[in-house]
């Protein structure tokens, strides 16, 4: 789908912000048995104190920071795109939740037969096949813009939230404009980009319906045997 594939790009747009979490120390001094017992009790009757951030403004900043790779490396997106990819990859790398997109994609008995060091190695692979897919339609960029709406519950009370948003494409004319949604995680005291809906379509989803069929196709499927097919993918890519 056309529209879809144009889409993709401004949703790599916005899932582009480095999420933050605000974390504090406290110690105090006196004897060294007053200091077991303050960590003691800090442990085990306080958390962390923090301000959770509001996923609309979370997502408005992921628009403008992506948005801002894109005006500063336009004059190289045509002639030498691995340099903005590699800009985009440094920025969503970190508020992308790919464990838990790792997990819904592969069937809980691979993940679960599989030893950590293969769920690590499906995860760096999976991310990148991400990057890779959906960093094409970046070259594309024209000055689109994205106008993200705020949250239509109450997020405070909410593990995930959607939020919803609409591309607008100035040259095309309002008729051409998009709207897509993101579903993000609460991550202590941020948020982490797990799956957009465009036209209803969620694209984890239609992930997971490939690597069901690269399984299908396996002769021993595995995690590990999936990574290798993911990581040639990504090098015939790349």
Not at 47 to 52: D, F, N, V
Not at 87 to 101: A, C, F, N, R, W
């Amino acid at each position: 789908m056309k529209s879809y594939r144009r889409l993709i790009f401004r949703t790599l747009t916005v899932a582009s912000i480095f999420g933050s979490s605000v974390a504090f120390a406290q110690s105090t001094a006196s004897t060294a048995a007053k200091a077991v017992v303050a960590v003691t009790a800090a442990a085990a009757n306080t958390a962390p104190s923090c301000t959770l951030m509001d996923p609309q403004v979370f997502t408005q900043n992921a628009v403008d920071q992506v948005l801002g790779i894109l005006a500063k490396d336009k004059t190289v997106i045509g002639s030498n795109f691995s340099v903005v990819q590699q800009d985009i990859q440094g920025v969503l790398s970190p508020i992308i939740g790919i464990e838990i997109m790792s997990k819904f994609v592969v069937p809980s008995t691979i993940w679960a037969a599989a030893a950590s060091s293969d769920q690590l190695a499906f995860e760096d692979a999976f991310l990148q096949f991400n990057i890779n897919l959906y960093s094409t339609p970046l070259k594309d960029f024209a000055n689109q813009t994205i106008e993200v709406y705020s949250s239509r519950v109450d997020w405070t009370t909410q593990s995930r939230v959607q939020i919803n948003s609409v591309i607008h494409n100035p040259a095309a004319g309002p008729g051409a404009d998009i709207p897509v949604s993101f579903i993000l995680q609460k991550n202590g005291c941020s948020w982490l980009f797990i799956d957009f809906v465009v036209d209803n379509i969620s694209a984890l989803a239609n992930i997971q319906q490939q690597i069901q069929a690269i399984l299908q196709n396996l002769q021993t499927p595995g995690l590990a045997a999936l990574t290798a097919v993911i990581a040639k993918h990504n090098a015939s890519t790349s």
